[in-house]
């Protein structure tokens, strides 16, 4: 089974959720954490372990008023009011845990009335059972760390 989680760093904080498929199908963020972007590798890393563990199919499909307000946690968690004051600065990755690897996708914010699109050139994969690692390129797609790992491989002694 393929489990999801998302990721979003906005107003200071680091935001990580479970993502679930519906019954119909549709995906559902839910029971979002929030961190400061000084937090450690090891918190993170237990985060999104958290998060990719409570990832479920066939959730129960939300209601028309539950959908409405389905956001509001994840408004709450980066303190802000609305969904436009959140998706001001906001930068998304999703993650996902399938085959013994975790897949990285990071977004492109293209505002609130249009959300955002997926940087398929930037996509980064790390073994599943390596949480640190999974947690430090979260953190360097997220902006919030310096990519430091080599460009190129070196044929030097």
Known sequence: ?????????????????????????????????????????????????????????????????????QFIPFQDAAAVKNFKTFMRDAKRVDLERRDGAVTLMPFDNLGANNGFEARDGEVRKVAADDGESVAGALLILLG??????PSVASDAD
């Open 144 to 149: 919030l760390r310096p990519d430091s790992s």
């Open 1 to 69: 089974m393929q489990q999801s989680a998302v990721a979003y760093f906005t107003n200071g904080r680091i935001i990580i959720a479970a993502v679930s498929r519906t019954a119909a199908g549709d995906t559902i963020a839910t029971d979002p954490k929030w961190f400061g972007k000084s937090a450690k590798k090891a918190v993170i890393a237990q985060a999104i372990t958290e998060a990719l563990s409570a990832s479920r199919d066939n959730v129960t499909d939300p209601t028309p008023d539950q959908w409405k307000r």
